[in-house]
């Protein structure tokens, strides 16, 4: 949601970026005929359902004709048309409608970047976890890190956790200290958040990034237990080349002990699950091997298989909902030379 907002505040009078007289209208937040800093941090908190007095309404209505200019500030625009002694039909006496702070999708076309679906992204920045089994009263503390965070401006994401399982406490930020969260549907084991910068940041790889405190109130695994969504925020991180990519999760395996193991066999549960839009499958070597996954729908038919070479380590798998037949109950199987596992993920409408 920042990629252009961002590129414009970073250089107003170079912009790469195809920003509209109606998208800055879109970023004005607070309605001071500017684009600042500061209506990025409304923004920000917009995005992820605080709402902060912002002094606009949620909605600015410009005509349509004329053509407004480049910079919409500089003399004005007017937000009415009026007419006196009408005697017939007026041509053209149409407005567009602008959602203050979308600025990817601003015009009143029933879309917006605050929450539904991603959409198709051409890659994703991998927030590196360390899987481990948390039991029954245990302090969690599950510590979010960079993974090839290099040149990002933004970053934006539901984070979703098993409230059965998991009772949200607090959060710390880390490496990213301005990272704000809006914890009002955490009861739901939902998490809004997100982050700017108006310097690309490059951090290196496993370094913390923030931390999720919970306290354990059942048993699990937390690659069972948490995933990225848009049940809240889409999804979305901006970087310093101009592209808008996504958001995934990537587990470290462990041990039966809880250490870290990389040589390690595991195949993890699909995240999201259930899904709707597309799923990752996740998986973990313990040496280069070849590895088949073949997903299968509840009577055993092969709906879809997918294989390659591959080094130690994690890897995933991308499913996308129209590679599925219809949805319900399938079944994905993961084999090497020496290993295979089973697990069941759903898709949904």
Same mark, same amino acid.
């Given at each position: 949601?920042?990629a ?10 170079a912009?790469? *970026?195809?920003?509209t ?11 001071? &005929?500017?684009?600042t800093?500061?209506?990025a941090?409304?923004?920000q908190? $917009? ?8 002094? #606009?309404t ?6 349509t ?9 500089l003399?004005?625009?007017d ?5 006196? =002694?009408?005697?017939?039909n ?11 702070g ?6 009143a076309?029933?879309?917006?970047n605050?929450?539904g679906?991603?959409?198709?992204r ?7 976890? +360390? &899987?481990?089994?948390?039991? @029954? ?10 993974n090839?965070?290099? *040149? ?10 098993d409230? +059965? ?5 607090g959060? +710390?930020?880390n *490496?990213?200290?301005? $990272? ?13 958040? %997100?982050?700017? #910068?108006?310097?690309?940041v490059?951090?290196?790889?496993g370094?913390?990034?923030f931390?999720?405190?919970f306290?354990a $109130?059942? %048993? *699990?695994?937390?690659s069972?237990?948490?995933?990225? +969504? ?12 101009g592209?808008?990519?996504?958001? @995934? ?5 462990f %041990?039966?002990?809880?250490?870290q193991? %990389? ?20 998986? =973990?070597?313990p ?13 055993g ?10 080094t130690?380590?994690?890897h995933q ?9 219809t ?15 089973v ?7």
């Open positions: 949601m920042y252009l907002l961002l590129d414009w505040l970073a250089a107003p009078g912009c790469t *970026g195809p920003v007289p109606y998208q800055k209208i879109a970023a004005d937040a607070n309605a001071n &005929d500017a684009v800093a500061f209506d941090a409304l923004i908190q $917009i995005a992820i359902n605080n709402t902060p007095v912002v002094g #606009n949620s909605w600015r209505f410009v005509p004709v004329p053509v407004l200019p480049a910079d919409p500030f003399l004005g625009f937000e009415t048309l009026s007419y006196t =002694n009408i005697n017939a007026i041509p053209n006496a149409n407005f567009f409608g602008i959602k203050t979308d600025v990817t999708a601003p015009f076309n029933g879309v917006t605050f929450g679906e991603t959409g198709d051409a890659s994703n920045l991998n927030l590196q976890v +360390s &899987d481990a089994a948390v039991t @029954e009263g245990q302090d969690v503390e599950v510590t979010f890190k960079a090839d965070f290099t *040149g990002i401006f933004s970053m934006q994401t539901t984070l979703n956790f409230a +059965s399982v998991l009772e949200f406490v959060a +710390s930020g *490496g990213l200290s301005s $990272i704000i969260f809006n914890n009002t549907v955490s009861a739901e084991g939902k998490l809004a958040t %997100s982050w700017y #910068n108006l310097d690309a490059t951090m290196e790889n370094e913390g990034l931390t999720l405190h306290k $109130i059942g %048993s *699990g695994i937390l069972n237990l948490l995933s990225t +969504s848009a049940d809240l925020v889409v999804p979305e991180v901006a970087t310093a080349e592209n808008v990519i996504g958001v @995934e999760l990537v587990f470290e395996s %041990s039966a002990t809880g250490e193991a %990389s040589g390690h066999f595991a195949l993890h549960q699909n995240r999201p699950n259930p899904f709707s839009t597309r799923t990752a499958i996740g998986f =973990n070597l040496t280069s091997d070849h590895a088949t996954l073949t997903i299968t729908d509840a009577s038919k092969a709906l879809k298989v997918l294989e390659g070479n591959f130690a380590g994690y798998f991308m499913i996308e909902r129209k590679e599925l037949p949805t319900g109950v399938f079944f994905y199987q993961l084999k090497t030379a020496d290993f295979q596992a697990k069941k993920m759903i898709l949904v409408d």
